[in-house]
């Protein structure tokens, strides 16, 4: 019913930038959360940030506060990422999300098909 698609991954240097984005298609609803989320090789998958449907709830990892921005389009169902100053920690496939509460305990109902970021040292 709902689909996501995410973009925008790649391979990059450490301290350099990506934008990932998230289209969200289907029956979508209104006035959900969209999240991103990342799993690196050999451990679980982690909360990144989420952003309320107003963008006036947003809720970053400590792990990449500072240096991620998320962000929404609601007029394209498009939810963003941008990433600078990027780790070799940051390394992983990262999923967006959607549904789910406004808070750092963010579970979405719905989960896009993820997109790999590689961050060179």
């Known amino acids: 019913q709902v689909q996501l698609v995410e973009s925008g991954g790649g391979l990059v240097q450490a301290g350099g930038s990506l934008r990932l984005s998230c289209a969200a298609s289907g029956r979508t609803g209104s006035y959900y959360a969209m999240g991103w989320f990342r799993q690196a090789p050999g451990q679980e998958r982690e909360f990144v940030a989420v952003?309320?449907?107003?963008?006036?709830?947003?809720y970053y990892s400590d792990s990449v506060k500072g240096r991620f921005t998320i962000s929404r389009d609601n007029a394209k169902n498009t939810v963003y990422l941008e990433m600078n100053s990027l780790k070799p920690e940051d390394t992983g496939v990262y999923y967006c999300?959607?549904?789910?509460?406004?808070?750092?305990?963010?579970?979405?109902?719905?989960w896009g098909q993820g997109t790999q970021v590689t961050v060179s040292s």
């Open positions: 999300g959607l549904g789910g509460s406004n808070s750092p305990n963010n579970h979405p109902n719905y």
């Open positions: 952003v309320s449907w107003s963008s006036v709830l947003i």
